[in-house]
């Protein structure tokens, strides 16, 4: 089964190419999802993270705002919670993974926002990147609530530039010349991707 790493900075349209893959049949997993799920009411990551930031647990879910009041630039208070979390959604997209080939899919999307940043590229066969204009991309990060322009800016400057992006990547989605145009992107990566067969998967359902 080959594995697809969708990915791309803030902003780009990343949610809604991953809805069009779905269209297509194609199993997505969304990291963020995942971490919703694990922080939800009876989610795997509420009592540990209970223990560690008692604060953090209110009414049963683990709240993201003071989650991150505990740890923001505090170093081994951040390791502290990747070391919780890290594991379990790990655990959660193999899960995912073994599922889907279970099903005989040929392909899978993994939707992971930092892919660059944290060297996934390594952990999948084929990295498709969505990318926009700046300007586009500024615009819809500003119409967001509860952002402005210096928590945009900062965001931004952590993430690997897209031009950098782009040329690593093996396909580019452009989202800002409408959803139409971007369909027909993704259907011919799938389509590209027909005949390939993914190399990736087996090593890590020998780690998992």
Do not use: N
């Amino acid at each position: 089964m080959l594995l697809i790493g969708l990915t791309g900075s803030i902003g780009m349209g990343k949610s809604e190419t991953a809805k069009m893959f779905a269209r297509l049949g194609v199993p997505v997993y969304d990291a963020d999802a995942a971490v919703h799920a694990l922080y939800a009411k009876g989610g795997a990551a509420v009592e540990p993270l209970r223990a560690a930031f008692p604060s953090a647990v209110i009414d049963g879910a683990v709240d993201r705002t003071e989650l991150s009041r505990c740890v923001l630039g505090l170093p081994e208070e951040m390791k502290k919670l990747e070391a919780i979390v890290h594991p379990l959604v790990g655990r959660a997209q193999m899960d995912f993974l073994r599922k889907a080939a279970a099903e005989g899919h040929h392909a899978v999307v993994l939707d992971i926002p930092l892919l660059y940043e944290t060297g996934g590229e390594t952990r999948v066969d084929v990295v498709v990147v969505v990318s926009a204009p700046y300007d586009i991309q500024k615009e819809r990060v500003l119409a967001r609530p509860g952002m402005d322009m210096a928590k945009f800016a900062a965001i931004h400057a952590k993430q690997v530039p897209d031009a950098e992006k782009r040329r690593r990547a093996d396909f580019v989605i452009e989202t800002d010349k409408g959803l139409d145009h971007a369909f027909e992107e993704v259907t011919k990566v799938v389509e590209a991707l027909k005949g390939r067969e993914g190399k990736v998967l087996k090593a890590r359902l020998g780690e998992g």
